[in-house]
């Protein structure tokens, strides 16, 4: 299917640096709910919850972010959103909550650079010395006018979710922006 | 400093410039230092000579040098003013940096963009979001493609992407009491599967929002709300919950970009999507008006609802958003042959005008109760309280003199009023005229053969009959008050 | 970059928080009980302090959760952050 280059995932910026590249997710839920019901959806995932401002767990198949205190974001690297699904909403049945399937609703972008943390403050207004924000931490911030949820997975290695339609705004302004980081001096 | 002799004579000599962004002149210093001012902030106070946004660059050591000479000092006695930042010219591009062009404001694109496209689109901005306005063919103008657009919803089928629109998932055990607290409607006799038309107020109890609100279970409601007004809703809706109801286990996830919309409308939608649903019975027993079934559409999954914004029996088909585009493209492989025409946003406005339905924000405006414009049928009459409820108690709000949402017809049915022109009831006047309202929507409506527009009038319902009149610059516009439904206004279209 | 301390978050840019008016205002139980002035009151009347003010923040883009701050409206310093639905701390004045 021909979609439009500016809609879909890999954009502009995507495709011709190498420091920053689309990420497959299989899945993503926003789950919400007391902290019964998070710690159930994680005990399902084989998980404890990250029940910390910032904080994120995971394992290969899956990663738990706090976005809020009754409020996690799921990524599921392998399991689609169907089967995952049913599995917590098994788990979640005797805790009131909410589940809902957002898989589509943003796209990741993976920035892996030695100058990935400035290139991010271009636009983010977060601390991200590694002592603020430490390797693992997560959470929900802006890139000038558009939200993102910024996961740090190494020191140079940033995840990062937007919504469909500001990922083209989002990788216009990194590519911009890394031009200072990448030109050549002089 | 150089400075032409200027005759001590009687005679004026020419104007002679010191500041020329403020243009003080040398007979204003001179005046300065008769009336006293010696020091040269005081001459620069008094005359304002260097105190323009040049600070003093074409004019400072002007002023100092005469200054100088006339009070009989050595230059450097009588002192530099201070000139302040930005004494040399910052570029806009300085103050834009970055931001300009394309990462000026977020581009929202929807799935079906490069659809639209390839389809000949005329785009325009609604909020962040690129909207497709209308399909020209070739010779098209707006005007013609609309009335091409229309005529082909009302007797064949359109299609229209309605993916910009705001989507709220409300779920938890408290879901329908928050509902129920917030908009007017009654929620808890709606049944799972079935939609309602909802209304939202703020608390001072004018009209908000609205849209279309699903049960897709006991516990869960798909809420959609209007393009430019998904955030603030969205907004609006988790202050209430965190702040005022925390007694209620309810919570909201935007899923606007989950979904792809592709809405399917005129008499002929049904036979159209029929054979694309995998054999899920769409029939009017099956899936009537204002009702929602999961189901695939050629394999993809979907979330169908009975919905119209149009007047004609119509669907809207929602596809998760990375397959909005396959979708659409199953769609119209089947149904182009068969007159399937794209509608963009202009179509989409004067049919729904033709049928009444109000678009916040262009025919409400911030003051507009529900009765004002017709929506009083939706307020949930027996619930003890809703956001909105108390404020619509207050006596002004009951005046049969508020502005009530009317219909418009000229007197010749080829003039189509302008939009916010004003409205007499007397004709003839001079200004200032007695203003008693103004037109809020107005279109040429192919299905008519004529124009229509809509109006918020003082008293409006009870002139229905009345002529009124636009004065415009070229004279006054007679038009007739009548009811705000010009089509189909049993609805018997829609329940087809 | 002006920090804002989330009592859920810690400290954090400003950017990602919304200003929400005055705090500590709850919408009447009972709104029909409410006569029409004491309505408006509760609409439009707020206090506009000079100095002191409690006032509702939201970490929008952050845990998106809605707290309570003591501002010096004069100065612009917070002098304390809590959580919705705590009484305010005792500033000092």
């Known amino acids: 299917m021909s979609d439009t280059q500016d809609s879909r995932t890999p954009g502009r910026a995507a495709s011709v640096h190498g420091w920053l590249q689309p990420v497959p997710v299989a899945a993503r839920f926003v789950l919400q709910g007391g902290p019964g019901a998070l710690a159930a959806a994680a005990a399902a995932l084989g998980l404890a919850d990250p029940d910390a401002a910032g904080r994120t767990a995971g394992d290969d198949a899956v990663t738990i972010l706090w976005l809020g205190p009754d409020e996690r974001l799921l990524l599921s690297w392998r399991e689609h959103a169907p089967a995952l699904g049913a599995r917590l909403a098994a788990a979640l049945a005797a805790h009131a909550h909410s589940l809902v399937d957002i898989t589509q609703r943003q796209v990741a972008l993976r920035l892996t650079a030695p100058f990935a943390a400035d290139l991010l403050n271009c636009g983010c207004p977060l601390d991200l010395d590694p002592a603020s924000f430490p390797v693992g931490g997560g959470t929900r911030t802006l890139f000038n006018k558009t939200d993102i949820v910024l996961w740090r997975r190494g020191t140079e290695d940033f995840h990062i979710e937007v919504w469909r339609s500001f990922s083209d705004y989002l990788q216009r302004w990194l590519a911009e922006s890394a031009q200072d980081f990448t030109r050549p001096a002089g | 400093m150089g400075r032409l002799p200027r005759a001590e004579a009687a005679v004026p000599g020419p104007k002679a410039f010191v500041d020329f962004q403020h243009d003080v002149m040398l007979k204003d210093l001179d005046l300065a230092m008769r009336e006293g001012f010696r020091s040269i902030e005081h001459i620069k106070r008094y005359t304002t000579t260097g105190m323009a946004t040049d600070q003093g660059k074409t004019s400072n050591l002007n002023a100092l040098h005469h200054a100088a000479r006339e009070l009989g000092k050595p230059v450097p006695a009588v002192g530099l003013t201070t000139f302040r930042m930005p004494y040399t010219p910052v570029t806009f591009a300085s103050f834009a940096g970055q931001a300009r062009g394309e990462i000026f404001d977020p581009v929202r694109r929807t799935p079906m963009h490069g659809w639209a496209v390839r389809q000949g689109a005329v785009f325009e901005d609604v909020g962040m979001w690129k909207r497709a306005r209308y399909f020209p063919r070739a010779g098209d103008d707006m005007h013609a493609a609309v009335a091409r657009e229309c005529r082909a919803v009302r007797e064949g089928c359109g299609v229209f992407d309605a993916s910009t629109l705001g989507k709220i998932v409300v779920a938890g055990p408290g879901a329908t009491a928050f509902m129920d607290r917030l908009y007017v409607n009654d929620w808890s006799k709606l049944a799972v599967g079935r939609c309602k038309y909802g209304v939202l107020l703020r608390d001072d109890g004018f009209v908000y929002d609205d849209g279309v609100v699903a049960r897709l279970a006991p516990d869960r409601f798909h809420v959609t709300t209007t393009t430019g007004g998904a955030a603030r809703v969205l907004a609006m809706m988790e202050d209430y919950r965190q702040t005022e109801w925390t007694d209620l286990d309810v919570w909201l996830t935007s899923t606007t970009e989950q979904w792809a919309v592709i809405a399917v409308q005129g008499p002929r939608a049904r036979e159209l999507l029929a054979p694309l649903v995998d054999g899920l019975d769409i029939s009017a027993a099956a899936l009537p008006h204002m009702a929602v079934v999961h189901g695939t559409l050629r394999g993809i999954p979907m979330m169908l609802f009975r919905v119209s914004f149009t007047g004609e029996l119509g669907f809207e088909v929602n596809v998760p958003s990375d397959r909005g585009a396959e979708a659409l493209e199953a769609i119209w492989a089947a149904g182009a042959s068969q007159g399937l025409t794209p509608y963009g946003t202009e179509t989409m406005h004067v049919l729904r005008a033709e049928k009444g339905f109000i678009i916040i924000g262009q025919d409400t405006d911030g003051t507009v109760t529900p009765d004002d414009v017709g929506l009083a049928w939706a307020i949930g009459k027996s619930k003890p309280d809703f956001v909105g409820k108390r404020a619509l108690a207050r006596p002004s709000m009951r005046s049969p003199d508020r502005k009530q949402l009317v219909g418009l017809l000229t007197r010749d049915p080829r003039v189509v009023l302008e939009e916010g022109a004003q409205l007499v009831d007397v004709p003839g006047q001079s200004p200032p005229m007695k203003l008693i309202g103004h037109v809020t929507s107005s279109y040429a409506s192919a299905t008519l053969g004529r124009s229509i527009a809509l109006a918020v009038v003082a008293g409006g319902r009870a002139r229905i009959g009345q002529t009124l009149y636009v004065p415009m610059p070229g004279g006054e516009i007679p038009v007739e008050v009548c009811a705000p439904v010009f089509y189909d206004p049993k609805g018997a279209r829609l329940n087809v | 970059m002006l920090l804002i301390r989330c009592p ?86």
């Open chain 3, 8 to 93: 859920h978050c810690g400290e954090r840019p400003e950017p990602e928080f919304a200003y929400g008016g005055e705090a500590h205002i709850a919408r009447p139980a009972d709104p029909s009980a409410v006569s029409d002035d004491g309505w408006a009151a509760y609409l439009y009347l707020r206090t506009n302090a000079k100095g002191l003010h409690a006032e509702r923040w939201r970490h929008t883009r952050g845990c998106g959760r809605f707290f309570n701050a003591l501002r010096d409206t004069t100065t612009d310093r917070f002098i304390a952050t809590y959580k919705a639905g705590e009484r305010p701390p005792e500033g000092p004045r």
